[in-house]
């Protein structure tokens, strides 16, 4: 992992939180865009960068095309999001993790671990819930989505994995599987990311107000 951006002191927390977790560990760390750029150019061992929101970009996109500029390396994973207003570019723009700056130290290992087993995690910790956005999305499209695509795609879209849907649902996997097809097929989406940036584009996720699943009770209880 790489821990990148951010005042020095704030990387050097965050590092140390990392190594003291039992499955997480900090490969390199980088204080600017430039920094970030040479790790990954030079093939650093890291599956997630944990991008702070305060590192400066100077390229066109600004922010958001650094989160896919990492995307095409690593998973992205952003750091002290001011607001849920920023959530839906930093998903469609590749973020497979959003975390406010006030989440506690089990919250971010726990996300972190979400993110490395293929997940997504939105977790802004005790930041104020907002109203939902005007969708950029036809609503009209999650009407061609059952009440159990729908339950399904809300659990996915929490970081969990067919499995566990399953298993939290009472479904067989296979099952599970089936109705994730079907959605791809619907929305004529191809990928699982895609369809989860969908789910918040479309207002059917709502961060801060709309419940999720398992994972959302753990990162409660561990705050």
């Known amino acids: 992992m790489i821990v990148a951006g951010g005042p020095?002191?704030?990387?050097?927390?965050l590092t140390r939180v990392i190594d003291a977790s039992d499955t997480l560990r900090v490969a390199g760390a980088a204080a600017?865009?430039?920094d970030l750029e040479n790790l990954l150019a030079a093939g650093v061992d890291a599956d997630v960068v944990l991008l702070d929101r305060c590192i400066h970009s100077g390229r066109p996109g600004g922010f958001t095309a650094l989160i896919t500029e990492v995307c095409a390396a690593a998973r992205a994973v952003v750091?002290?999001?001011?607001?849920?207003?920023?959530?839906?570019?930093?998903?469609r723009a590749g973020a497979t993790g959003v975390l406010g700056a006030d989440v506690s130290a089990s919250q971010l290992v726990a996300a972190l671990e979400t993110v490395c087993r293929g997940g997504l995690v939105v977790a802004l910790g005790t930041a104020p819930a907002v109203h939902k956005a005007q969708p950029r999305v036809t609503p009209e499209l999650?009407?061609?989505?059952?009440?159990?695509?729908?339950?399904?795609?809300t659990t996915l879209s929490s970081g969990q994995d067919s499995a566990s849907i399953a298993r939290d649902l009472g479904l067989s996997a296979l099952t599970v599987k089936t109705h994730i097809t079907h959605m791809l097929s619907k929305l004529g989406i191809r990928r699982r990311g895609h369809l989860i940036a969908f789910a918040y584009e479309s207002g059917l996720i709502v961060p801060?107000?709309?419940?999720?699943?398992?994972?959302?009770?753990?990162?409660?209880?561990?705050?």
Do not use: K, M, Y
């Open 142 to 153: 999650t009407r061609d989505l059952s009440a159990r695509e729908r339950e399904i795609l």
């Open 32 to 34: 600017r865009t430039e």
């Open 208 to 223: 801060g107000v709309t419940p999720t699943s398992s994972l959302a009770t753990r990162l409660h209880a561990a705050s």
């Open 79 to 91: 750091f002290g999001a001011p607001s849920a207003q920023e959530v839906d570019a930093q998903v």
């Open 8 to 13: 020095s002191l704030v990387r050097a927390a």
